[in-house]
């Protein structure tokens, strides 16, 4: 049974690559392009994400050690969502054709998570929550289901349009890999516009009304933020569609005269099963690439209100304590600013560095230990700063000048290995999934458990584990310096070099 399950996947895989490789000639890099651009709208959400919402979700009342679960609801539908949304965008029938019905879909559920997000603190004060007894039970309810929504709706838009870009690129692998850079690019331009949007304090002079009795200061920042970022999406994505098409997927029938329909498990099941060892082994080094990325990622604002400037955000915390606090978050945002730019220019090299280099594999383990030394060296600006403030007793101004140029030296150059995480993998993946029994949308999905595990695996372990360790950030960094070091020297040493008799491959590995 399981057999034939598996000869059914593999058939409708076929006409799956079959319908996805239609194109006869890749599509025009302008539409690559535009469909690429989409990425800016997703990304300038997902940046208020990483620099705002750990600190606001703790002005609601969360402590700082538990603060970290609240990003669960990424990985959980990011396992679920993406795979499941990639297995029907692979087969979706629609007039409209098989991307683009579910990035509108995304588009629109990110505009309804958003207002839930920004409007938490005023609808939970509407239901009964009193300003002045933490924690804010209604709001953090509402919150969190806006976040919750928020991630759904994401992983709902990245997936098909990265499958989208694929199908574009027709299995032309410096296309692909030209497609994935630009998307790495844009990525970018939404990650500067939005960590400049974040640490702009006065935004919300823009939208006045953002400001109410439950909503003060920061928090109608984030709601000015985010409804900018939903503009932009909402412009991107609506131009982008209406400029490329998709031809309607038919099912081709099988040997029996009908369409091929393998449950969605067996699906995912058969996509495992057919993973060669190339696959698995970027499955890995995917996974331990993570586990360094995402302390930092969530926790990076954080670490410069709390450590870095002496802040605290808690809400019992004394008023200079918590304008501290503050300061370092718009400082930390300024920094993934500077992080972002240099993404931005890393990406568009990324083609022309691997060839340098002997190819993206090298270049991969060579960025990864950048990554290890960047993490560990926050111990340095960690220590430097706490010593500023025990010579100074205790001061309240915040950092000296050359522990926050530290600090901001230590985001931008970390914009470096985070533009090849942002495209060589998922560019891999792309290619390596022409000869697997699986589609662009499923084998990406795929892909992205070894993002989301890593994910899940911070956001349940990470507070805890600081705890252990005193509290604070450091330690989660520190795991992940060492997880980042790991993976360089797997990538280096067990990541396998393309087979000689594979120049698709070649040409995606950045060899010529």
């Given at each position: 049974?399981?057999?034939?399950?598996?000869?059914?996947?593999?058939?409708?895989?076929?006409?799956?690559?079959?319908?996805?490789?239609?194109?006869?000639?890749?599509?025009?890099?302008?539409?690559?392009?535009?469909?690429?651009?989409?990425?800016?709208?997703?990304?300038?959400?997902?940046a208020l994400q990483l620099?705002?919402?750990?600190?606001?979700?703790?002005?609601?009342?969360?402590?700082?050690k538990w603060a970290s679960l609240i990003w669960l609801c990424g990985p959980i539908s990011g396992m679920l969502v993406q795979p499941i949304v990639g297995y029907h965008s692979d087969r979706c029938t629609s007039r409209f054709g098989r991307r683009r019905p579910f990035i509108v879909a995304g588009a629109g559920l990110v505009t309804v998570a958003v207002f839930l997000i920004g409007y938490a603190a005023d609808i939970g004060h509407s239901m009964?929550?009193?300003?002045?007894?933490?924690?804010?039970?209604?709001?953090?309810?509402?919150?969190?289901?806006?976040?919750?929504?928020?991630?759904?709706?994401?992983?709902?838009?990245?997936?098909p349009c990265r499958a989208f870009l694929a199908d574009l690129s027709a299995g032309n692998a410096r296309k692909t890999r030209t497609a994935n850079a630009f998307f790495s690019f844009f990525m970018a331009v939404g990650n500067v516009l939005g960590y400049a949007a974040g640490s702009y304090k006065n935004l919300y002079k823009v939208v006045p009304f953002t400001m109410t009795k439950s909503c003060d200061l920061?928090?109608?920042?984030?709601?000015?933020?985010?409804?900018?970022?939903?503009?932009?999406?909402?412009?991107?994505?609506?131009?982008?569609?209406?400029?490329?098409?998709e031809k309607p997927w038919t099912p081709e029938p099988t040997?029996?005269?009908?369409?091929?329909?393998?449950?969605?498990?067996?699906?995912?099941?058969?996509?495992f099963k057919e993973?060669?060892?190339?696959?698995?082994?970027?499955?890995?080094?995917?996974?331990?690439?993570?586990?360094?990325?995402?302390?930092?990622?969530?926790?990076?604002?954080?670490?410069?209100?709390?450590?870095?400037?002496g802040g605290n955000s808690d809400a019992t915390a004394s008023a200079s304590s918590k304008k501290l606090y503050n300061d370092g978050v718009r400082a930390g945002a300024l920094g993934l600013?500077?992080?972002?730019?240099?993404?931005?220019?890393?990406?568009?090299?990324?083609?022309?560095?691997?060839?340098?280099?002997?190819?993206?594999?090298?270049?991969?383990?060579?960025?990864?230990?950048?990554?290890?030394?960047?993490?560990?060296?926050?111990?340095?600006?960690?220590?430097?700063?706490?010593?500023?403030?025990?010579?100074?007793?205790?001061?309240?101004?915040?950092?000296?000048?050359?522990?926050?140029?530290?600090?901001?030296t230590l985001f931008a150059v970390l914009g470096i290995p985070q533009a090849i995480t942002f495209s060589i993998p998922f560019a891999l993946a792309s290619i390596f999934s022409m000869n697997s029994g699986a589609g662009q949308g499923l084998s990406l999905g795929v892909l992205n458990l070894a993002i989301v595990v890593p994910q899940m695996i911070v956001s349940v372990g990470g507070?805890?584990?600081?705890?252990?360790?005193?509290?604070?950030?450091?330690?989660?960094?520190?795991?992940?310096?060492?997880?980042?070091?790991v993976s360089g020297v797997l990538a280096l040493t067990v990541l396998p070099s393309p087979p000689p008799d594979a120049p698709a491959f070649k040409a995606t590995m950045g060899f010529h």
């Open positions: 049974m399981v057999g034939h399950q598996m000869e059914k996947a593999a058939n409708g895989a076929s006409a799956l690559e079959t319908q996805t490789g239609e194109l006869d000639q890749p599509a025009a890099l302008r539409k690559i392009i535009s469909v690429s651009s989409i990425a800016a709208g997703v990304q300038f959400g997902w620099s705002l919402l750990t600190p606001y979700v703790q002005l609601l009342g969360i402590p700082h009964g929550d009193q300003l002045n007894k933490p924690p804010r039970t209604r709001a953090i309810a509402i919150f969190a289901l806006g976040f919750w929504i928020l991630d759904v709706a994401n992983n709902t838009l990245q997936g920061y928090c109608a920042n984030l709601k000015t933020c985010f409804f900018l970022s939903i503009t932009l999406l909402l412009l991107v994505t609506f131009v982008s569609l209406c400029y490329v098409k040997a029996d005269g009908k369409a091929s329909n393998v449950p969605f498990f067996g699906e995912i099941f058969g996509a993973l060669k060892r190339p696959m698995w082994m970027l499955l890995i080094v995917t996974a331990l690439n993570w586990i360094a990325w995402f302390p930092f990622l969530l926790f990076d604002t954080d670490w410069m209100g709390r450590e870095v400037y600013m500077l992080n972002a730019i240099v993404l931005g220019f890393m990406s568009l090299g990324v083609e022309w560095i691997g060839r340098k280099m002997g190819g993206a594999k090298r270049l991969w383990g060579v960025v990864n230990f950048i990554l290890a030394i960047c993490l560990a060296m926050t111990v340095l600006v960690t220590k430097q700063a706490e010593n500023h403030r025990r010579d100074h007793g205790g001061a309240k101004t915040g950092p000296p000048g050359n522990v926050t140029a530290g600090a901001l507070g805890p584990f600081d705890e252990l360790f005193g509290g604070g950030n450091i330690p989660a960094f520190v795991l992940g310096a060492i997880a980042a070091a």
